[in-house]
Antibody
Framework: EVLLVESGGGLVQPGGSLRLSCAASGFTFSTYAMHWVRQAPGKGLDYVSAITSNGDTTYYANSVKGRFTISRDNSKNTLYLQMGSLRAEDTAVYYC????????WGQGTLVTVSS | DVVMTQSPLSLPVTLGQPASISCRSSQSLVYSDGNTYLNWFQQRPGQSPRRLIYKVSNRDSGVPDRFSGSGSGTDFTLKISRVEAEDVGVYYCMQGTHWPPGSFGQGTKLEIK
């Protein structure tokens, strides 16, 4: 069974940084692309970032480009999202997603950017 | 980027009655391989989303057959033949044809009337 467990969320001040982690199990992590999707409180779903299975290609939404960095450690079965220069509009639940083959989602971790 | 537009955004339905959600894309979702990568997701209150339908009309494992997807090109529909209480939540269409990025619709909130 695919299990994705996000961690690292919390309250951070505007301009601050945070690193999210996603521990993956139940599948061969190193062979799958992985995504981050976020959901602001009471709002819809937005793609944030994606990374190929070996980490050599990444994608970022325009809203986070230059501020967020996606990475992965295939030896630790873990996906990361390093978030910097955080803004109030980055406040959201961040989901780790395995898009293939069944679009598996983690439970999400809440990031709150506020002074 | 491809814009996905859902309607209605709010859908009150009587138990046992059918429901229908429309999703339109700003560009054709037919990929060069001939497939159309249009997904439907359900997000129940307090839960993570789960995929119901992939490639327009294919139900994921465990999805009740009262859910069906249809459409082509830029116009797609999710139908629930008889709404049950457990169907309450928000439904999103999402395109994966023009990647990156995938793009979601705004969401349709289904509630029991």
């Amino acid at each position: 069974e695919v299990l994705l467990v996000e961690s690292g969320g919390g309250l951070v001040q505007p301009g601050g940084s945070l690193r999210l982690s996603c521990a993956a199990s139940g599948f061969t992590f190193s062979t799958y692309a992985m995504h981050w999707v976020r959901q602001a409180p009471g709002k819809g779903l937005d793609y944030v970032s994606a990374i190929t299975s070996n980490g050599d290609t990444t994608y970022y939404a325009n809203s986070v480009k230059g501020r967020f960095t996606i990475s992965r450690d295939n030896s630790k079965n873990t996906l990361y999202l390093q978030m910097g220069s955080l803004r109030a509009e980055d406040t959201a639940v961040y989901y780790c997603v395995k898009p293939f083959p069944y679009y598996s989602w983690g439970q999400g971790t809440l990031v709150t950017v506020s002074s | 980027d491809v814009v996905m537009t859902q309607s209605p955004l709010s859908l009150p339905v009587t138990l046992g009655q059918p429901a229908s959600i429309s999703c339109r894309s700003s560009q054709s979702l037919v990929y060069s391989d001939g497939n159309t990568y249009l997904n439907w997701f359900q997000q129940r209150p307090g839960q993570s989303p789960r995929r119901l339908i992939y490639k327009v009309s294919n139900r994921d494992s465990g999805v009740p057959d009262r859910f069906s997807g249809s459409g082509s090109g830029t116009d797609f529909t999710l139908k629930i033949s008889r709404v049950e209480a457990e169907d309450v939540g928000v439904y999103y269409c999402m395109q994966g044809t023009h990647w990156p990025p995938g793009s979601f619709g705004q969401g349709t909130k289904l509630e029991i009337k």
